[in-house]
């Protein structure tokens, strides 16, 4: 006898091979064996949508493999909904095909396109992004109800993603069942274009047409694609007007995404558009303390404050570079910050630039505000100079190693004290303070240029 479960696996790996991991990962990640009778295999997938698409498009070619693999003791491959709220066990551990017994089935996830970590409650709230938490979690209480469409929008590694997939978490675990799909831009984009080459457009509509929930990542992919934004425009209204929550993300707001057809720019306002800006210093640290706790795991708190003030605009290479330095405690538990620094400049972009000499950071700090670096770090206490010299020392503790007392010592002898009111003023400031933010980056540009 053919053990089934061992030729259902064999036939995926040859099926994987020759498909999109994407599209291996969306349609088959949760399709198990619910029976096998009359040499009639029975796969289970998990809503209408995936049967069309397995009957459409890949039960022939899994049937070849499949009969091949068992050497034609399965004649026929279907696909059914899953409707069982548990797994049943196999009868026997006997052969598979022996009298009443049934194959091992496996438990599906709950939904192949989402992750089960991006959850609201894995989520780092601060004032950067809790306008985008806020719609996001009304959105998921009241799917199609409020905030339809929602727009995120910020630059990349800073949660929209995270907050897309929560919501999709938070329905599906609210109401099991529901259909969510979430792609990016560029999935739906070569779904559409293949379904035009193949003439499955019924099969295309059928399935971004008719979900509950629809979560694309990265929309501004969309500008300059006439015949997508064509399609996803239909595809739009379709959803809206039958109450289905639409949620998208992108790198900038509606009416910055040039190439986007008005209509569309348009009713991606509809709902509510959330922005999420670069966390501050003391949401970085929150983030670096909630994944050491998270992965029970202890750091060096005077590397925790290295990585938040040196890594600002990006969570993903914030948690990268915490993942590579708790590598390296486990090899060397008494690890310094020179010896990460000199590890992370193989990884995360800011440390690729090497660190300049802090007297160049006080001497351009001085030429951008058009003072003698004399004044700067000096003891005069003129009104003009105290934010100049308070962005001097943020920059040195940003930009360097040196603690607190060094950098004072750095400064004519300053007090360390007065080292870390200059440094947290500045990130109080950059709080509320667009234009201070912006003079930073300036200072930082001529530094690295």
């Known amino acids: ?67 091949r693999l068992s050497d034609s003791e399965v004649e026929s491959v279907v696909a059914t909904v899953d409707s069982k709220p548990a797994p049943e066990k196999a009868a026997a551990e006997g ?50 109800e409020t905030y339809n469409p929602l727009f995120i929008y910020g630059g990349p590694g800073l949660g929209k993603t995270h907050l897309m997939q929560a919501i999709g978490n938070a329905v599906w675990k609210r109401r099991p069942g529901t259909s969510v799909l979430y792609v990016s831009c560029e999935q739906f984009t070569n779904d559409f274009i293949q379904s035009v080459s193949s003439g499955r457009m019924k099969y295309f509509k059928d399935n971004y047409r008719t979900v509950d929930i629809l979560l694309i990542d990265d929309i501004q992919f969309l500008t300059k694609k ?24 992108s790198d900038r707001p509606p009416k910055a995404l040039n190439g986007l057809e008005d209509r569309l720019v348009s009713r991606f306002e509809w709902g509510i558009v959330a922005d999420i800006q670069p966390p501050d210093y003391e949401t970085r640290m929150a983030i670096l303390l909630s994944k ?9 708190p005077d590397i925790l ?21 708790i590598g390296l405690t486990l090899l060397q538990p008494n690890i310094t910050i020179t010896q990460v620094e000199q590890a992370m400049r193989e990884m995360a ?25 004399n004044d700067l770090l000096g003891s005069r206490r003129q009104r003009e100079l105290v934010r100049p010299r308070q962005v001097g020392m943020y920059l040195a503790k940003q930009l360097t190693s040196l603690s607190y007392p060094a950098i004072g010592k750095e400064m004519r002898g300053k007090d360390h004290t007065t080292v870390i009111h200059g440094v947290r003023k500045i990130e109080a400031d950059l709080k509320t303070d667009p234009t201070l933010y912006q003079e930073i980056n300036e200072v930082k540009e001529k530094l690295f240029s």
């Not at 089960?116 to 009304?138: C, D, M, R, V, W």
């Not at 404050?305 to 330095?325: D, M, P, Q, S, T």
Request: one cysteine or more; hydrophobic letters at 40%; aromatic letters at 10%.
């Open 226 to 249: 006439q015949g997508t934004q064509e399609e996803f425009f239909h595809t739009f209204n379709t959803l809206h007007q039958a109450n289905k929550q639409i949620v998208l993300t």
């Open 1 to 67: 006898m053919v053990d089934i479960n061992k030729v259902w696996d064999a036939a995926l790996v040859e099926l994987k091979a020759s498909i999109s991991q994407a599209t291996f990962q969306t349609w088959f990640s949760d399709a198990y064996i619910e029976d096998y009778d009359n040499k009639q295999l029975t796969i289970a997938v998990r809503t209408i949508f995936h049967k069309a698409r397995f009957d459409h498009d890949f039960r022939r070619p899994l049937q070849e493999i499949i009969s």
């Open 349 to 373: 972009p800011i440390f690729k630039r090497q660190a300049p000499p802090i007297q160049h950071i006080f001497t351009a700090v001085a030429r951008f505000y058009n003072i003698d670096v």
């Open 95 to 144: 052969g598979l095909f022996a009298a009443a017994a049934k194959p091992t089935i496996k438990a599906p996830q709950a939904n192949p396109t989402i992750k089960p970590k991006y959850t609201f409650e894995t989520f780092i709230i601060g004032n950067h992004n809790q306008l985008a938490n806020a719609a996001s979690k009304a959105a998921a209480d009241n799917p199609g």
């Open 305 to 325: 404050e290295f990585l938040a003030r040196r890594i600002e605009e990006n969570v993903r290479e914030l948690e990268g570079a915490l993942n590579k330095v």
């Open 292 to 300: 050491c706790r998270e992965k029970n795991i202890s750091v060096n």
